[in-house]
């Protein structure tokens, strides 16, 4: 579980508007690793955390969907989850480790060559980028034949206001040749999210899976209420451009994201021991 300390703010600087003013309360702090592999195993488990929250909010389609993380140690390499496995049955033990030629390191598992093809050119493009998610989710894959970006009808959705991208290159083909994927890559920079029409979702994280794994859920969450206002039949009332960009500095930054995760994997640590096994 992850350690929740009594730790004082440093100088009075806070990470968040939802840093304790107060001092000595617990609150998650982000761990430090003095060794690689304890970093790595501390991403794996949260990579599989992030598989069982998928599993919790229904985003499994057959084998579809697919979770990556940057080995601390070679960056070259990336864990993923392995092919063919329910997202509630991920664990530690049964991830793969895989270059950006989609060839598998480590495990026994195949490989998603979707996966392979969009989050491997995706990491190789971008070296900042550590960690992304896609899923065939209801609301997104439907949100995304509008080939539109989402309306900041909302502070949830004022998170992903600038900063989400709408992707029409290869839209609605199956992403298996590695010209897809590079077509694809391009439009991550600078943005946490992208709308890939005709597909569905793809979050990217410069912080953590914790990060990238806790706004896919948000953003198909807020494809889900765009749609259901829309459905009303009423025109919503915007979030003005300068709140929303306030909404997003505030409530849509990488911590946050991180932040927002942690009662999420607490929870599943206590109900899901078998995610480290």
């Given at each position: 579980m992850l350690d929740k300390v009594k730790t004082p703010l440093v100088g009075g600087h806070q990470k968040s508007i939802y840093d304790p003013i107060q001092t000595g309360l617990i609150y998650p702090e982000i761990q430090q690793f003095d060794n690689f592999e304890a970093e790595r195993l501390h991403r794996k488990q949260r990579l599989v955390?992030?598989?069982?929250?998928?599993?919790?909010?229904?985003?499994?389609y057959g084998f579809a969907g697919h979770l990556?993380?940057?080995?601390?140690?070679?960056?070259?390499?990336?864990?993923?989850?392995?092919?063919?496995?329910?997202?509630?049955q991920v664990k530690v033990s049964n991830l793969i480790l895989a270059d950006h030629k989609g060839q598998v390191v480590e495990g026994k598992h195949a490989i998603n060559r979707a996966g392979f093809v969009l989050h491997a050119a995706v990491h190789e493009a971008h070296p900042d980028i550590i960690s992304m998610c896609h899923a065939h989710t209801v609301y997104g894959t439907?949100?995304?034949?509008?080939?539109?970006?989402?309306?900041?009808?909302?502070?949830?959705a004022a998170a992903f206001f600038e900063d989400h991208i709408v992707i029409k290159d290869e839209?609605?083909?199956?992403?298996?040749?590695?010209?897809?994927?590079?077509?694809?890559?391009d439009w991550f920079k600078g943005v946490k999210a992208a709308i890939h029409q005709n597909h569905g979702l793809l979050t990217a994280s410069r912080h953590s899976i914790?990060?990238?794994?806790f706004w896919f859920i948000a953003?198909?969450?807020?494809?889900?209420?765009?749609?259901?206002v829309e459905a009303s039949g009423h025109q919503p009332v915007l979030v003005s451009p300068e709140r929303a960009r306030y909404s997003r500095e505030h409530v849509g930054s990488?911590?946050?994201?991180?932040?927002?995760?942690?009662?999420?994997?607490?929870?599943?640590?206590?109900?899901?021991?078998?995610?480290?096994?």
């Open positions: 955390a992030a598989c069982r929250a998928f599993a919790l909010e229904r985003f499994d990556t993380i940057r080995d601390p140690e070679h960056p070259e390499l990336y864990w993923t989850n392995p092919m063919c496995v329910h997202f509630a439907a949100f995304a034949a509008l080939g539109r970006p989402l309306e900041p009808i909302s502070q949830d839209a609605g083909q199956v992403a298996v040749e590695e010209k897809a994927g590079l077509a694809v890559c914790e990060a990238a794994a953003l198909e969450r807020c494809c889900r209420q765009q749609m259901l990488e911590y946050i994201g991180w932040l927002h995760f942690q009662p999420i994997y607490d929870h599943l640590v206590a109900t899901q021991p078998d995610m480290f096994t």
